[in-house]
């Protein structure tokens, strides 16, 4: 593999991020420039200036006193854009920051994130700001009560909505945490191979695309059916954010696609029968494997009738999900947007402009013109004649700065879990707010089992016999046997920054309930600490020294105290039960 040389005047190459940051302007010579404008690849130079693209072309020269990056023998693209991923743990030990170094060293510069609560954007943001990472979209999450979405995630995270008036309102509430787009989860199939979830009906998802335009807002769709493939067509969405697989496309289907301007990301990664590195089925016959072969051979031909037509298509991958590493499997999607049957010209440049394109971000990112981001890569090959040489990545440059290759200077950041702690403050919460946010100023969450049948919650402040507000817990267990509920106290905005209680002994809480057991929690950034206590109708004031929490996950992480993000309270009772606590003056002592 070579290297692209760079022209220092002796500098050595453990200096080269601090030169390129002194540096103005960054000047990339002889590379095989692909754009993504449409244009044949040309031989010719790239010039940055203050993070954006000065001049780029075949007659461009390099200023005087830049700092010159020899490319000979590399070929120069447009950073990747994936515009489907969930920042969750996939093959990584430490989320967030691993998974930045994962997009990073793949060449992928933009991402949409459809994991977060709202919530937690900002401090996101602040946090990334601090990392060698991407550019991050946050797009806020609405499905439908137990719809793909909801089945898993509180409503802090993924609004339920099954009206026009409850999407509005929705939108409207998500609109003031400035997200970046918002994800629609509208079709219930569950491809065949478990019970269909509840599906958005086409008033309901209308409301809530003309809402989320009005807040210029992009809407992109969770739709996986040809018959919600029109629906959504009819709806205003802009992007459908996944194949649509339980047919073949039909033309009048594909006209109506056509004829909305919509664009589509088919996640062609996440639905590959065998993936990378994965051993095939032991039954290749099996009911389950035959479904898989048969959505994904729907997913290509879809994609590939969908693209003939005309509809522009986008680059996502579902990264995050089981299977689908980040950052590798941006690269597997535009292998198997070829063979869809494609041209490597056509995936890449999908996979740069047409992301950008449909993200409404084309004049900032997505080809190599000047005036835009200078974020680029640097690759062994012709990707734009074998789509495998996207792989060989040499060197990654986000806004302008050597992120990924020899000579980077990666963030320190990255090698954090979490960002630095704060120091944790006495009370947690006493309740008296009655505007469902805590005494810290942080968004209480109920907290209740996951899955199709979840367990049925409601929590509220209430008065206090005497004086003062209260908690109240209640619920009716679902028909499985972990079921649970409780609530969840974020210690800071969004659980994202975490807090150092060291300055204390342990957790004090009042509690009454219906005389079961309950689960206290401590969340932290590296782990998850229980002890249980007892509650019948009289109050009781009980102090659980930071001693008694034991570690509840399957990595024995002794507790330090150090890295706090939630205080948590639970009940589990049979299947079918019903169960109350209700809780007050929280706080560390």
Known sequence: MTRARILLGGLCAAALSTSLAAAQPLAVVNAEIFDATGAAPYRGTLVVDNGRILAVGPKVKAPKGATIVDARGEALIPGLFDVHTHWTPNGVPDVTPKIADAYVAAGVTSVNDFHQQPESFAPRRA?????????????????????????????????????????????????????????????????????????MDAWTLKALTETAHKYGLKVLTHTVTVEQGKVAASSGVDVIAHSLQDEPLDAGTIASIKASGLFYAPTLAVYEPVKPGAKPPADPDSPRARQSRLKFGYALSNTKALFDAGVPLALGTDAG??????????????????????????????????????????????????????????????????????????????????????????????????????????????????????????????????????SLEVSQIIEREGGGKILSVGARMASKDDASAGVLLPL????????????????????????????????????????????????????????????????????????????GVEGERPAGAKLWFELDDVTFY
Do not use: C
């Open 127 to 199: 946090w990334l700001g601090t990392l060698t990472a991407p550019h991050v979209n946050f797009v806020a999450r609405i499905s439908t009560p137990g719809g793909h979405g909801a089945d898993w995630a509180d409503q802090a995270t993924t609004r339920w909505v099954d009206t026009p008036e409850g999407a509005r309102a929705a939108v409207e509430a998500i609109a003031a945490y400035k997200p970046d787009a918002i994800k629609a989860f509208t079709d219930g199939w569950r491809y065949g191979s478990a019970p269909d979830n509840t599906t």
């Open 492 to 567: 800071t905005r969004g659980s994202v920054v975490p807090t150092d209680a060291t300055a204390f002994k342990g957790l004090k809480l009042a509690v009454r309930g219906d005389g079961g057991a309950y689960v206290v929690s401590l969340v932290g950034a590296t782990g998850r600490w229980t002890t249980k206590v007892e509650a019948g109708p009289q109050w009781k004031t009980i102090e659980l020294p930071f001693s008694g929490f034991k570690p509840a996950g399957r990595e024995k992480t002794a507790f330090t105290g150090t890295d706090l993000l939630q205080v």
């Open 321 to 454: 999900m089981t299977g689908t590493p980040h950052g590798s499997s941006t690269l597997r999607e535009l292998e198997l947007l070829v063979q869809a049957g494609l041209t490597p010209s056509q995936a890449l440049t999908i996979g740069t402009a047409g992301s950008a394109r449909a993200m409404n971000q084309l004049a900032d990112r997505g080809t190599l013109e000047a005036g835009k981001r200078a974020d680029f890569v640097l690759v062994s090959g012709k990707p734009w004649e074998t789509i495998s040489d996207v792989r060989k990545v040499e060197r990654v440059f986000i806004d302008g700065k050597l992120s990924y290759g020899p000579g980077a200077k990666r963030s320190a950041a990255n090698d954090r879990i979490a960002p630095p702690a704060v120091k944790a403050q006495a009370l947690v919460d006493d309740f008296e707010r009655a505007d469902g946010r805590t005494s810290l100023d942080t968004l209480r969450l109920d907290d209740f089992d996951g899955g199709r049948d979840r």
